[in-house]
């Protein structure tokens, strides 16, 4: 399950734009600034691959990576950038729920939640969504190595964790697979990688 080589591929704007070889593919997606683009870079052992920033809104389009020359990462913008103009977050809100209801071989969506803080209502929302509308989830716990801290609620990991998937229970008929990870530590790589290739069936 280990990554050989990654490349850039493209960056789009609108579905139409996304490659049309139909490989298989992985999108990573969660509020702005929980560390989508560092997880992409440590997933493909890569410091600046995927660009990466400490004010949120960084990413701003679809960008697709091809791995072993045979599937995708596709790292998206963050959800929940209060300063983004209100039209330019409608349209991109819009548009990837699209992206995720209509791309044939999107094979799950990985949705990324800061385990550092307790649930937020945005992201617990977001995964109510993606579960009434049946769409194939992955959960994603980032930013593990952050070690409780009073200003982010005073909890472990470990316990924002087990309170956002009690949380989000009822919105599932099964439970979504989870994996506790963390960019800087590179927790989770490993697992990440070899649920994809199961994921993919190689
Ligand atoms: P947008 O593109 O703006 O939506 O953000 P993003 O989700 O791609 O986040 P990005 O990867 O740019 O990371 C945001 C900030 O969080 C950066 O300062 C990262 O260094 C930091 N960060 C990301 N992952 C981790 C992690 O696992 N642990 C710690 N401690 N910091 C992290
Ligand atoms: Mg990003």
């Not at 440590?42 to 020359?69: E, M, W, Y």
């Not at 596709?74 to 330019?88: F, H, I, K, M």
Request: net charge positive; proline share 5%.
């Amino acid at each position: 399950a280990q990554v050989v080589n990654a490349d850039f591929v493209k960056s789009s704007v609108r579905p139409d734009d996304c490659p049309r070889d139909g490989l298989p593919e992985f999108a990573l997606v969660g509020r702005s600034n929980v560390g989508k683009s560092s997880l992409l870079n440590s997933l493909v052992r890569r410091k600046r691959l995927a660009l990466t920033s400490k004010k949120p809104g960084k990413t701003q389009c679809i960008n697709h990576f091809k791995v072993n020359d045979s599937w995708y990462l596709v790292d998206l913008p963050g959800y929940g950038y209060a300063s983004a103009p209100q039209e330019a977050r409608t349209n991109w809100d819009e548009f990837t729920r699209n992206y995720f209801l209509s791309r044939e071989n999107l094979v799950s969506v990985f949705l990324l939640i800061d385990a550092s803080i307790p649930a937020k209502k945005i992201d617990l929302d977001y995964a109510s969504w993606l579960g009434q509308n049946k769409v194939p989830m992955t959960l994603v716990f980032t930013k593990c190595d952050k070690r409780k801290k009073k200003k982010n609620g005073g909890r472990r990991p470990e316990e924002n964790v087990e309170t956002f998937q009690s949380l989000i229970r009822e919105y599932f008929e099964a439970a979504p697979p989870w994996i506790m990870t963390s960019s800087v530590t590179n927790q989770g790589r490993d697992e990440i990688l070899l649920h994809m290739s199961q994921l993919r069936n190689y």
